[in-house]
């Protein structure tokens, strides 16, 4: 580990000192196996991750998924284009909303309608939205996996702002199912702008107790700082998308790179970036990535144009015949949907690109010669939805 | 992307021909290097490029993305079974069907964009970073051995992606060392993912929700989806 610091290494020998009877019993001569789940407090869902031990040091991890595999893309086939966004919600269910954008937007480009401006900005709305309601979450229970209990709490308080707003919009809390194909299914109530951007206040205000209590906080330093270095080509081939990808140094978003008809080309708001790989980073731009979203959402609800919400559409929806793939920046990272459609009624295929799967691939090879407590902060700062990996 | 084609298309707009260089330019890209291991290809501007590739050469079109066409982020990688589901869309109540059914003819397996000669293809999605360019390579595998060669040596990230598709399609990846079950128990049998493997909740007890929009009451305009062209709201 010629990455640590001095303090770091400091900080591992106290570890050391302190576990000195659990240190006896890994110190075996042809290494120890130390299981972790599939249900273990610190792996937040059911992830299994088997790692080989020297001493304290991981020489190699394996780990396992699949325990909650749903087999989403077989029961795609077998629904009709409304009903998969029902089934899609459960796919990353801190960020609900944001999982039915992609595929509402394919079953558009397939269909060549598009949904009215003002369900556009929308549609915009709730997907940050749920990007808050999702990373901000994470922020507390990064914090919990390091040791730290407030922050979480703290977290599910202010998380609760965003989620009545989501709530009286769409009358779910976790499973919106508000998106249709060719606009929404109801417009905003009434009063909604104004709640909508005090709740916004209340979460910047969060990000700042956030940046100060967890960011600026020594020991959370000690333990992200340096550590799970992954270097920008690494990230790439392993396709890592969101603020992991961006905490190597890349600087793409597909929300402003790519963006599908969703109104981020209106707005001004930037793209964050952080050059040094390790868990640190990853973290600290997942924070700014919140404190944009709740600009970019008091931008929306200024500039939210009038109009319909809903395209014309069939009664029964056809999706003429093609393939699509359209890909939108969720809280989580890239998700897509590779639609394929047979001009049916349903779906012939429906393969989904998690942003997790690609995200938690990269985990055999960052686990390998780190420290045993550097798992738990490491498969932290990667952020994970169990949920997202599965599907 | 809407201002993309508002900038660059604006002139050509009247003559109704819709060009996009950055993708053909792309598609050159692998043309030139992989020759006629390009066997087709589906542009549609301003929306994607498809590329299908001889068998053969799968593995050089990934060292050609990566290194030739500046293709670095890998995205994906799954297959289709193009064969219809001899299942149709479980409307049929198990009573009335025999189980399993008849198997429909191979040739009804109709590929889809850039065309096919297989029942199963591979297809893979690498990008640009930082651009929305994003290229997706299809490649048929053999009916009868289904096997390709593997990405993972060129994409780390292609690994998990294999032995993901090595289980739901059976097909085998030659220089994958581990295409271990990654999301089915390990003494699992079968391929879930192709079309002849049967949902077997629904054999059991056929779904209520197949018929997705209910007859409106007092009209008589069900069963027909071209006349109804409601106020999608109403749905």
């Known amino acids: ?391 | 992307m809407a201002d993309d084609t508002a900038t660059t298309d604006a002139p050509e707009a009247t003559s109704d021909v819709v060009t996009d260089e950055r993708r053909e330019a792309l598609l050159a890209v692998f043309v030139e290097h992989l020759g006629d291991g390009v066997i087709e290809h589906h542009l549609k501007p301003g929306a994607g490029l498809w590329v299908r590739v001889a068998t053969e050469a799968w593995a050089l079109a990934a060292e050609v993305a990566r290194d030739k066409a500046g293709l670095r982020w890998f995205d994906f990688l799954t297959a289709v079974d193009w064969l219809p589901s001899p299942y149709g869309r479980y409307e049929d109540s198990a009573v009335d069907v025999p189980f399993p059914p008849p198997m429909p003819e191979r040739s009804a397996a109709v590929p889809g964009y850039a065309g096919g000669d297989s029942r199963i293809q591979v297809l893979a999605s690498v990008a640009k970073a930082g651009t929305d360019l994003r290229v997706i390579l299809k490649v048929d595998v053999p009916d009868d051995d289904p096997r390709i060669a593997t990405w993972s040596g060129i994409f780390a990230g292609a690994a998990w992606h294999e032995r993901e598709a090595h289980e739901m399609f059976g097909i085998a990846f030659d220089g994958n060392a581990d295409l271990r079950h990654i999301y089915l128990p390990t003494e699992f049998e079968g391929h879930p993912l192709r079309k002849e493997f049967p949902l077997l909740a629904r054999v059991v007890k056929p779904w209520p929700g197949i018929v997705d929009v209910e007859p409106m009451p007092g009209g008589d305009d069900e069963d027909d989806a071209e006349a109804t062209e409601a106020e999608g709201g109403d749905a």
């Open chain 1, 1 to 391: 580990m010629t990455l640590m610091t001095e303090s770091q290494q400091l900080a591992y020998a106290n570890a050391q000192a302190a576990d000195g009877r659990v240190n006896v019993e890994l110190e075996t001569d042809d290494g120890m196996v130390l299981n972790m789940g599939p249900q273990h407090p610190a792996t937040h869902g059911t992830l299994r991750i088997i790692a080989r031990l020297d001493g304290e040091q991981v020489t190699s991890a394996d780990v396992m998924c699949g325990y909650m595999h749903r087999g989403y893309e077989k029961l795609c086939e077998v629904r009709t284009y409304p009903q998969v966004t029902t089934l899609v919600n459960r796919i990353d269910w801190l960020g609900s909303f944001a999982n039915e954008v992609p595929f509402i937007l394919a079953a558009e480009q397939l269909m060549e309608i598009e949904a009215p401006p003002r369900a556009m900005w929308i549609r915009t709305i709730l997907f940050e939205l749920s990007r808050i309601a999702n990373v901000s979450l994470f922020i507390g229970d990064l914090a919990l996996q390091l040791g730290a209990q407030t922050p979480a709490f703290l977290a599910f308080r202010d998380r609760e702002f965003v989620l009545n707003q989501i709530e009286s919009v769409t009358g779910g809390r976790f499973h919106p199912n508000f998106d249709r194909i060719g606009g929404l299914k109801d417009d905003l109530p009434k009063g909604w702008i104004a709640d909508t951007k005090a709740a916004m206040g209340r979460l910047r205000s969060f990000c700042d107790d956030m940046e100060g209590l967890v960011y600026g906080n020594e020991i959370f330093q000690t333990r992200t700082r340096g550590i799970g270095v992954i270097p920008a080509h690494v990230a790439q081939s392993y396709g890592l998308s969101g603020a992991n990808l961006r905490g190597s140094g890349v600087d793409w978003d597909l929300r402003r790179d790519a963006n599908v008809g969703l109104a981020y080309d209106q707005l001004d708001w930037k793209v964050w970036t952080h050059p040094d790989g390790d868990s640190f980073s990853r973290c600290w731009v997942r924070l700014q990535e919140v404190r944009e979203a709740t600009k970019i959402v008091d931008q929306l609800c200024d500039g939210l144009p009038s109009g319909p919400i809903m395209a014309k559409v069939p009664r029964i929806i056809k999706v003429p015949a093609g393939e699509a793939y359209v890909a939108t920046e969720n809280p989580l990272g890239a998700m897509g949907y590779y639609v394929v459609s047979r001009g049916d009624i349903g779906p012939f295929r429906v393969k989904i690109r998690s942003a997790s799967f690609n995200n938690i691939s990269i985990a055999p090879w960052l686990l390998r010669g780190v420290y045993v407590p550097d798992i738990i902060a490491i498969l932290a700062s990667l952020y994970f939805i169990l949920g997202d990996i599965d599907r």
